[in-house]
């Protein structure tokens, strides 16, 4: 853990120097933003900074702010097990607001804002000459839907001493970012790439788009960078993938001790889904059948499939709670909390499992690998409404089989939810 504590040090003294106010990381839950559920990036908590409804210079003394954000992302949560997905991850990234000044990388005394030219100066001089890795390529803009091409990032590039091979453009769908939700900042990109893998995503905010998906450019151009810190890591210690960095790897002994033949897969979804509980109840969050509790249920029931499938008992979650603790409560004292933490995860986990197993029995009865799409659709509905067991579970179970899953059993499934309901209500 020691080298990701100093990394995170690095970068934010780094910033520091150049006059940026280190503000701590925002809550998981999102204090006052209804477009998300969860904090997804690090810019959320300085979008009213982005727009001008808040005034940097007054709240922070510079116009320039950088963060380690605590993020968690549910796009892919059924991605994860293979090398790169996660849910929650921490997010490195340095912020200017307000009117740009000089943008220039070498002037230590200016706290203005800045633009395209400080923000890739950095990049490069961070990850080169701080942290001594070296970038195989970048990628830029290359205009799309009235968004002009990003001439000024090609040029800084070429400056930097980028070759054009070296210098990749690409159009809305890779270098545009944002917004977070369904409206906010968001602008072109630059983004750098080591080991192949996109380390740093540079946003270049001139944008606020609103809810009908119009661009209007914003007042002032802004800043947002975001780089994971489990990517850096993978790069910074040259492991094989992000699970086998020091930011996992006291979970990994935990969970190879136990059982050392584990498929790789079921590792990464247990470790993954079990630090990203840790962080989501320390923010305040219980397991429920709404929203954002919905999420934090989804993963520990994800997480009590996977400790079942790979044989292990679930008083292992006691121990790899405490690792979690132990490897980042200096830098996130809030999760501190080992009695609350294992106490919500606990009452979940012990209510699920008992479900899981009575469903999988019935389960093994009932579901033939040969039977039709429908006929599983209709008996997959009867394990939910019966025995508890979550469609989204069921679907993990065919996958862990490799049993083929067809739309045709959701199909089938949610005309039977539906038909529940209405009979539920009518009978209410
Ligand atoms: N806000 C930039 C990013 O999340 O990549």
């Given at each position: 853990?020691?080298q990701?504590?100093?990394?995170?040090?690095?970068?934010?003294d780094?910033?520091?120097?150049?006059?940026?106010?280190?503000?701590?990381?925002?809550?998981?839950i999102?204090i006052?933003?209804?477009?998300?559920?969860?904090?997804?990036a690090?810019m959320?908590?300085?979008?009213?900074?982005?727009?001008g409804?808040?005034?940097?210079?007054?709240?922070?003394?510079?116009?320039?702010?950088c963060s380690?954000?605590?993020?968690f992302?549910?796009?892919?949560?059924e991605?994860?097990?293979?090398?790169?997905?996660?849910?929650?991850?921490?997010?490195l990234?340095?912020?200017?607001?307000?009117p740009?000044g000089?943008?220039?990388?070498?002037?230590?005394?200016?706290?203005?804002?800045?633009?395209k030219?400080?923000?890739?100066?950095w990049?490069?001089?961070?990850?080169?000459?701080?942290?001594?890795l070296?970038?195989?390529?970048?990628?830029i803009f290359?205009?799309?839907?009235?968004?002009?091409?990003d001439?000024?990032?090609?040029?800084?590039?070429?400056?930097?001493g980028?070759?054009?091979?070296?210098?990749?453009?690409?159009?809305?769908?890779?270098?545009?970012?944002?917004?977070?939700?369904d409206?906010?900042?968001?602008?072109?990109?630059?983004?750098?790439?080591?080991?192949?893998?996109?380390i740093?995503?540079?946003?270049?905010n001139e944008?606020?788009q609103?809810?009908?998906k119009?661009?209007?450019?914003?007042?002032?151009?802004g800043v947002?960078t975001?780089m994971?810190?489990?990517?850096?890591?993978?790069v910074v210690?040259?492991?094989e993938?992000i699970f086998e960095t020091?930011?996992?790897?006291p979970?990994?002994?935990i969970?190879f001790?136990?059982r050392?033949?584990?498929?790789?897969?079921k590792?990464?979804?247990?470790?993954?889904?079990?630090?990203?509980?840790v962080?989501?109840?320390?923010?305040?969050?219980?397991p429920?059948?709404?929203?954002?509790?919905?999420?934090?249920r989804?993963?520990?029931r994800?997480?009590?499939?996977?400790?079942?499938?790979?044989?292990?008992n679930?008083?292992?979650?006691?121990?790899l709670v405490?690792?979690?603790?132990?490897?980042?409560?200096d830098?996130y004292p809030e999760i501190?909390?080992?009695?609350?933490?294992?106490?919500?995860i606990?009452k979940?986990v012990?209510?699920?499992?008992?479900?899981?197993?009575r469903?999988?029995a019935?389960?093994?009865?009932?579901?033939?690998?040969?039977?039709a799409?429908?006929?599983?659709?209709?008996?997959?509905?009867?394990l939910?409404?019966?025995y508890?067991?979550?469609?989204?579970?069921?679907?993990?179970?065919?996958?862990?089989?490799?049993?083929?899953?067809?739309?045709k059993?959701?199909e089938?499934?949610?005309k039977?939810y539906?038909?529940h309901?209405?009979?539920?209500k009518?009978?209410?």
């Amino acid at each position: 853990m020691s080298q990701a504590k100093e990394v995170r040090k690095l970068f934010l003294d780094f910033f520091a120097k150049r006059n940026h106010k280190i503000v701590p990381s925002s809550s998981l839950i999102p204090i006052d933003d209804p477009s998300v559920l969860l904090t997804t990036a690090g810019m959320q908590q300085f979008k009213k900074y982005f727009t001008g409804e808040k005034d940097a210079l007054k709240d922070f003394g510079t116009q320039r702010t950088c963060s380690v954000q605590k993020c968690f992302r549910t796009t892919d949560i059924e991605e994860i097990g293979d090398e790169r997905h996660l849910t929650f991850f921490e997010m490195l990234g340095n912020f200017s607001f307000g009117p740009v000044g000089k943008d220039d990388p070498s002037d230590f005394n200016d706290k203005s804002g800045y633009f395209k030219n400080s923000a890739i100066y950095w990049a490069y001089e961070f990850l080169v000459k701080e942290l001594g890795l070296k970038i195989d390529y970048v990628t830029i803009f290359k205009g799309e839907d009235k968004i002009p091409y990003d001439q000024t990032s090609y040029q800084i590039w070429k400056d930097i001493g980028f070759d054009d091979k070296n210098i990749k453009e690409f159009g809305r769908e890779d270098n545009f970012w944002g917004p977070t939700g369904d409206e906010g900042p968001c602008g072109p990109t630059t983004e750098i790439y080591i080991d192949n893998i996109e380390i740093w995503n540079l946003v270049f905010n001139e944008y606020y788009q609103d809810k009908n998906k119009k661009l209007i450019k914003l007042k002032n151009p802004g800043v947002d960078t975001g780089m994971g810190l489990e990517r850096l890591m993978k790069v910074v210690e040259k492991k094989e993938t992000i699970f086998e960095t020091s930011l996992f790897l006291p979970l990994k002994e935990i969970i190879f001790d136990q059982r050392i033949d584990l498929e790789i897969r079921k590792y990464r979804i247990i470790a993954d889904h079990l630090r990203g509980a840790v962080f989501l109840i320390s923010d305040g969050l219980y397991p429920s059948n709404l929203e954002r509790g919905y999420i934090l249920r989804r993963i520990l029931r994800r997480l009590v499939l996977y400790l079942k499938l790979s044989r292990l008992n679930l008083d292992i979650i006691g121990k790899l709670v405490k690792v979690v603790i132990e490897n980042y409560k200096d830098f996130y004292p809030e999760i501190n909390n080992y009695d609350k933490i294992i106490n919500v995860i606990d009452k979940e986990v012990r209510i699920f499992e008992k479900t899981l197993m009575r469903s999988l029995a019935k389960f093994d009865k009932i579901i033939k690998i040969n039977d039709a799409y429908e006929e599983i659709g209709e008996k997959l509905f009867l394990l939910f409404s019966s025995y508890g067991l979550p469609l989204e579970i069921a679907k993990e179970i065919f996958k862990e089989r490799n049993w083929n899953w067809d739309n045709k059993i959701e199909e089938v499934f949610n005309k039977k939810y539906r038909e529940h309901q209405k009979l539920s209500k009518g009978n209410g």
